[in-house]
């Protein structure tokens, strides 16, 4: 089975400052699909950025992008020039095809003004 | 972009009824939906997956029985807590998957269920 493993439960960047968030991930497959998915307070999920596995050039949305390390299985989340909107829990998910999505713990990031 | 509409997004009950948690999807026609379960502090836990005009698959250790599913059609699909206790009372979230939009998943804005 697929597991996904964020080591880090809370993180914490000075505003303005940049953070990397972790996260490995397990599984057999060559083909599939990594996501980073951000919940504010509000509890609404949002996508933050996501990978296909084949392809090799790390994913990028404006102040996100992402390392990722197919070998290593490692899928890290860099946040430049952090804001105090990006404080939320931020989780790492795997997903196959059109399979389920398959979440990490999370990993609540505090952005200090 | 795609929206999904959860309802509601809180509801207070007695132990012992039922409630019906409704995921819309308003924009888009959605094949296949997903209904979660979030503990305080926790990760997402996928309880079942459900596609338009088929019973919904559980995980297992899900009751089917306790937590009914319908799709009856490609813009809804219900969650029926059914004799709620206080150990169900949590964080209900679906997420939903468009018929061209294969790659994407769009979540609703979650029901806060808490069973007295």
């Known amino acids: 089975a697929q597991t996904v493993t964020q080591s880090q439960p809370e993180m914490s960047v000075q505003e303005a400052e940049t953070v990397t968030l972790s996260c490995t991930y397990d599984?057999?497959?060559?083909?599939?699909?990594l996501f980073w998915y951000k919940q504010p307070p509000s509890r609404q999920m949002i996508l933050v950025i996501r990978?296909?596995?084949?392809?090799?050039q790390n994913a990028t949305e404006n102040r996100f992008s992402v390392n990722f390390q197919k070998a290593a299985k490692s899928f890290s989340l860099k946040i430049s020039d952090s804001q105090l909107g990006d404080a939320a829990m931020y989780f790492c998910?795997?997903?196959?095809?059109?399979?389920?999505?398959?979440f990490g713990t999370g990993t609540r990031l505090t952005i200090i003004p | 972009g795609a929206v999904v509409s959860q309802h509601p997004s809180w509801v207070i009950c007695k132990s012992g009824t039922s409630v019906k948690i409704e995921c819309r999807s308003l924009?888009?026609?959605?094949?296949?939906m997903f209904w979660y379960r979030q503990f305080p502090k926790q990760s997402l836990m996928l309880m079942a997956t459900s596609n338009e005009g088929s019973k919904a698959t559980y995980e297992q250790g899900v009751e089917k029985d306790k937590f009914l599913i319908n799709h009856a059609s490609l813009t809804l699909s219900t969650l029926t807590v059914t004799s709620a206790h206080p150990e169900d009372s949590s964080f209900y979230i679906c997420?939903?998957?468009?018929?061209?939009?294969?790659?994407?998943?769009?979540f609703g804005a979650g029901s806060r269920l808490t069973v007295l």
């Open positions: 998910a795997y997903r196959r095809g059109n399979e389920k999505l398959t």
């Open positions: 997420s939903a998957r468009g018929v061209s939009g294969a790659n994407v998943l769009t």
């Open positions: 599984t057999s497959e060559s083909d599939y699909y």
């Open positions: 924009d888009f026609q959605a094949t296949t």
């Open positions: 990978q296909e596995a084949y392809k090799q």
